[in-house]
Structures are given as C-alpha cells and as structure tokens.
C-alpha cells in the first residue's frame, strides 16, 4: 500500500494550526488560567471553540489511518518498537527538556515568582496539579504523545483482527455518519482534566478501521460539499446551544462532521508532494514539541510592552513560528538531539 499524500499533508497543515490556536488560547473568555494570560478576546475566543471539537480528533483519526499503513510494511512487534522511538522517547525528553520552561513562566506569570529557572526546575518534578498553570509537573502539550503511545498499543490487537475484514462492514455512508454517537459515548471513560483517553481510543480505532477503508474515503469525497453543510450546521448550533446534553451532543457531531469533511477535502484537494510539504511532513513533530514553550515565552515578555492585541499577534505568531523552525533546525543537526526528538534525517 503506497503512502497517501493527503493523510500526511492533512496532518502537518493540522498540525501548522497549532500556532494560532495555542496562541488565540492566550487570550481565553472562559476563565482557564492558562500558562500565560493577556486580555480576554470575544472572538479569538470563538475561533479557538469552534476548533476543539474536531481539531485534536482529527489527529487521533489520521494517527490511526496511519497505523494500517505502517503495519503494511511493518510486522506488529517492528510497529511497537516504532511506536517506543517516535513517541515513548520524544515524550520523555520532552517532559525533562521542554516542559519545564513552560511551568517556569506560568510560576513567574500567576505568582510572581523570582528565583532562578532551575530552582523551579526542581519545584516541577516536586508537586504536581497536572496542568502545570501554578509551577506543577504536567506533561504540558505532551500529553497527545502519551495518549497516543498508549492508544496504539492498546488498539494494536483490534486493528489486527479487523484487517483481515477491512472494508466488508459499511456499504454506504449512512452508518459512518451516525459513528459520533459511539465517540460520544466514550467521552466519558478516562476523562482527565477535559481529554478523554476513551474518547481519543475511539477515533483513533475508527480511523484505523472505519475511515481507512478505500471504499469509505471515496465515498467521503464524493459527499465532501455535503460533509462540509453537516459540519457548518452543527457548528453554528453548536455555538448557539447553552451547555447541556444537547451541547455535548452537538460538540460531538461537530467534530467527528469535521474530520469527514476534512478527509474528504483532503482527498480531492491534498493529493500533491512537493519541496514545501517534504519539509513539513518531517517537521511537523517537531514542531508540535518545540512551539508552545516559543509561545508562551513570547507572550510573558510581549504581553505587558504591547498593548494592543492586533500588535500581540503580529509578533507572536510569526516569531514563535521562525522560532520554533529555527529550534527544529538547530536540533536535527545533533544527532543525541535528532534521537531523543524522533527527527528525520535530512
């Protein structure tokens, strides 16, 4: 089975829009401490929930795609040693190397703290509340990699016994459509601090399953406009329902809508390689682990010296993005750094 373009450029461009969205997340109405804070914004607010039902997901969905493809050219026991390399090492280098910095500001942002970074250094590995927002151990942004690690494992022996029938479950696209119903019903198992492990087991074991069948994906294609209406639809609903049953319903439609609509658009649209998406297709993980701590520090010393958002923004964002390619170009030339972050060769 050839490797899908599509699949791998819709997971770089997913993950591109962190910047905005972690970067938007600064400026949050709805009272979540966050490691940085700036002032509020209505509707950098908005964009940034109108992202969290399907942006997450979608990753989870294309990991799981993903896995059918590496287990193509991998035996089972080749993809968990895989799995312990991309994801299991990154993520604990990532909890020593990356995540303290973003405590170490969150401490100086929301207490005042003064002393030196390696004194809070050992504060991180001392305490912890799990988000990290007061100084605490947290695994930051890191928590996708864990999920994900344990996630794949998990799934791995259900993915096994469903290829030997890929594809022979759904006939039409009616039955696919309903499957946010089971990603609902999951959200509920392991929920920790608003992630659900249950609920990110089920897209991705749906992506692995469901969403890599041929037969699906051209049928997500054919109804890519349709997908897009559904997907619009139970957004606007979404936004205009008051929190409730028929929220948490419509949160759910909206996101599994939108990674349909996405896969189908990706499909038709995304099917290209070229000089820009080789680099970012090995970049993008990268990436994922070098910008919130560029973010987050950009916004500590920018926050008080500029004060209108606009200005924020047009800082922060294209800074924390040179930044952060400059961090992933300096780290793949360092061959213990290239290891520890699971960074392609050149």
């Not at 799995?83 to 990532?94: C, D, E, T």
């Not at 659900?196 to 992506?207: E, I, N, Q, V």
């Amino acid at each position: 089975m050839a490797r899908r373009n599509d699949i791998d450029n819709l997971r770089w461009m997913g993950i591109l829009l962190l910047f905005p969205y972690h970067t938007f997340t600064l400026y949050n109405n709805w009272g979540e401490d966050y490691y940085v804070r700036l002032a509020e914004s209505g509707p950098l607010s908005l964009l940034v929930k109108i992202c969290q039902p399907w942006f997450m997901p979608l990753l989870f969905a294309l990991a799981g795609i993903s896995m059918v493809y590496s287990l193509e050219k991998r035996t089972p026991a080749q993809y968990v040693k895989e799995r312990v390399s991309k994801l299991l090492i990154p993520l604990l280098a990532g909890i020593v190397l990356v995540a303290p910095s973003l405590t170490y500001f969150a401490e100086r942002f929301h207490n005042g703290y003064t002393g030196g970074y390696f004194a809070q250094y050992r504060l991180f590995f001392t305490i912890t509340d799990l988000v990290g927002y007061h100084g605490g151990f947290t695994p930051v942004h890191l928590w996708f990699l864990a999920y994900l690690f344990v996630i794949s494992l998990a799934a791995l022996p259900l993915v096994l016994v469903w290829r030997k029938r890929r594809g022979k479950a759904f006939r039409g696209l009616l039955p696919v459509y309903l499957l946010f119903a089971a990603v609902w019903l999951a959200d509920a198992i392991l929920n920790l601090n608003g992630k659900s492990l249950g609920r990110y087991f089920a897209l991705f074991t749906l992506g692995a399953t469901v969403l890599s069948s041929e037969t699906v994906q051209q049928g997500l294609e054919a109804k890519r406009r349709q997908l897009c209406v559904l997907w619009g639809a139970a957004t606007l609903l979404l936004c205009a329902s008051p929190a409730g049953l028929i929220h948490d319903g419509l949160f759910q439609m909206a996101g599994w809508f939108g990674i349909l609509a996405l896969l189908g658009l990706g499909r038709r649209y995304l099917d290209f390689y070229n000089a820009l998406s080789a680099y970012f297709i090995k970049a993008s993980f990268p990436i994922y682990i070098f910008h919130l701590p560029w973010i987050v520090l950009l916004a500590f010393y920018i926050g008080p010296r500029v004060r209108s958002v606009a200005g924020q923004l047009a800082l922060i964002l294209p800074l924390g993005f040179i930044l952060t390619l400059l961090s992933y170009e300096a780290a793949r030339r360092v061959p213990v750094l290239r290891k520890l972050f699971a960074i392609a060769p050149k």
